[in-house]
C-alpha cells in the first residue's frame, strides 16, 4: 500500500508560480512511476505529467509543455511539480498518483495510488 500526500497548492495571480510536492510512503520509491493529474470544475480529470522511477523518463500533456516541470527526489520520496506562467485555465484540484506498472499507466489513466488532492486557483 502506498500513501500519498500532496502539499503546495494555493492561489495565485495569472503569471504566477507554484510548486506542488507529493511524498510517498513506499519502501521503494525509486520502482515507482509518479504523476500529476488535474480536474477543473465541471471537467473530467486530466492527465498532466509523469516521471519514471529513475527520473529518466518524463512524459507532460501538451497543455503544460514548456510550462511544468515535474522531477522527484528519491531520497526523500518526494515527487514536485514546478508549475510557472500560470493561467486562470490551470486552476483545477490537482492529484498526485502512483504506479508500480510503470509511466504508461498514466497514459490510461489508471494508476493503482491517488493523493487526496491540492487546490490550486490562478486568478486574474
Known amino acids: 500500500q502506498v500513501q500519498l500526500v500532496e502539499s503546495g497548492g494555493g492561489s495565485v495571480q495569472v503569471g504566477g508560480s507554484l510548486r506542488l510536492s507529493c511524498t510517498a510512503s513506499?519502501?521503494?520509491?525509486?520502482?515507482?512511476?509518479m504523476g500529476w493529474f488535474r480536474q477543473a470544475p465541471g471537467k473530467e480529470r486530466e492527465f498532466v505529467a509523469v516521471?519514471?522511477?529513475?527520473?529518466?523518463?518524463?512524459n507532460y500533456a501538451d497543455s503544460v509543455k514548456g510550462q511544468f516541470t515535474i522531477s522527484r527526489d528519491n531520497a526523500k520520496k518526494t515527487m514536485y511539480l514546478q508549475m510557472n506562467s500560470l493561467k486562470p485555465e490551470d486552476t483545477a484540484v490537482y492529484y498526485c498518483?502512483?504506479?508500480?506498472?510503470?509511466?504508461?499507466?498514466?497514459?490510461?489513466?489508471?494508476?493503482?495510488?491517488w493523493g487526496q488532492g491540492t487546490q490550486v486557483t490562478v486568478s486574474s
Open positions: 513506499a519502501r521503494t520509491f525509486s520502482d515507482i512511476a
Open positions: 498518483a502512483a504506479s508500480f506498472w510503470g509511466t504508461h499507466q498514466f497514459m490510461s489513466g489508471e494508476p493503482e495510488y
Open positions: 516521471i519514471g522511477g529513475s527520473g529518466r523518463v518524463i
